[in-house]
Nanobody, 122 residues
Framework: QLQLVESGGGLVQPGGSLRLSCATSGSTLEDYATGWFRQAPGKEREAVACISSSGRSTNYADSVKGRFTISRDNAKNTGFLQMNSLKPEDTAVYYC???????????????WGQGTQVTVSS
């Protein structure tokens, strides 16, 4: 069974950057698609970005296109989310999801991490 541990969250000023990591263990990440979701207080969890097992296909929410970049290092069994030009509305708990396919990840299926808090504030 996969275990996921997110890291890299924190407090950043508007316009700043953060890089989230999702370290996996228990299986080989290259067999899975990965994705990032976020949940702000009082709001439903939403998909932010996802990437296929090979890394050749990616998908982004409109709200983060051009600012966030999802990537993966299969050799290190780790996924990443580079977040640039952060806005206060990006404030949320960010969760990593690892699933059998891109569609499974988009549907929020598969394994979840514990989440990491991102706060964008001056």
């Amino acid at each position: 069974q996969l275990q996921l541990v997110e890291s890299g969250g924190g407090l950043v000023q508007p316009g700043g950057s953060l890089r989230l990591s999702c370290a996996t263990s228990g299986s080989t990440l290259e067999d899975y698609a990965t994705g990032w979701f976020r949940q702000a207080p009082g709001k439903e969890r939403e998909a932010v970005a996802c990437i296929s097992s090979s890394g050749r296909s990616t998908n982004y929410a409109d709200s983060v296109k051009g600012r966030f970049t999802i990537s993966r290092d299969n050799a290190k069994n780790t996924g990443f989310l580079q977040m640039n030009s952060l806005k206060p509305e990006d404030t949320a708990v960010y969760y990593c999801n690892v699933g059998a396919s891109l569609l499974a990840v988009l549907r929020g299926l598969g394994y979840w991490g514990q989440g990491t808090q991102v706060t964008v504030s001056s």
